[in-house]
């Protein structure tokens, strides 16, 4: 192997630094004459602005939206709390709202039955609304005896609540003071990212 001097070294270096720097100026003058021929698709787009629901940090969020479809979530750069970064729940706002997925309204399936079928918003809750009623009565206890001495505790045993990371902190709140009036003492809440 020959041996390599200092001089050489920073003779090679240089060389290479420069190289380089020659090859990007070259690729950025190749990208910006590209991108003239493809205009941004946020070209044109009303943008608003917001805090994203999913946890209690409130990060701010840049929503852009062309007619009616939603085409841009981003961090809001601006914000004090975020500065433009989202977490991965933040990120995927988008493919959330856009997702061909995503249901619209209700759907239920008949017993026996192996197709969902639509059905209405009150429909829907009027089933929900009788099918809880029907586990709270059938499972709510008053007292109990703790030690031979009577205790008040007004609970469901039927009913097991979990709840979801696709909801705000303030539904969070509601949704708990909800499952505490109806004597439901077993839920969740799936809120990590």
Not at 28 to 53: Q, R
Not at 60 to 80: A, C, M, Q, R
Not at 166 to 183: Q, S
Request: aromatic residues 8%; charged residues 25%.
């Amino acid at each position: 192997m020959p041996k390599l001097s200092r001089r050489s070294f920073m003779k090679f270096t240089a060389a290479s630094v420069a190289a380089s720097a020659l090859a990007q100026k070259r690729a950025y003058a190749k990208t910006d004459d590209n991108n003239k021929a493809f205009p941004l698709m946020t070209a044109g787009a009303a943008t608003s602005y917001g805090i994203c629901h999913f946890c209690s940090v409130g990060c701010g969020i840049e929503v852009k939206v062309k007619g009616n479809e939603l085409i841009s979530t981003e961090g809001f750069i601006d914000h004090p709390i975020n500065q433009g970064a989202l977490c991965p729940k933040g990120r995927s706002l988008k493919e959330m709202h856009n997702s061909e997925l995503r249901l619209t309204h209700p759907l239920v399936r008949k017993p026996g039955g192996n197709k969902w079928e639509p059905i209405s918003w009150d429909e829907a809750i009027d089933k929900i609304a009788k099918k809880v009623k029907d586990v709270r009565d059938k499972s709510f206890t008053k007292t109990v005896d703790v030690n031979g001495n009577t205790v008040t505790v007004n609970r469901t045993e039927g009913i097991f609540s979990l709840g979801s990371a696709e909801i705000d902190n303030e539904e969070v709140y509601l949704y708990t003071k909800f499952n505490r009036a109806l004597g439901v003492h077993h839920y969740t809440h799936q809120a990590e990212v």
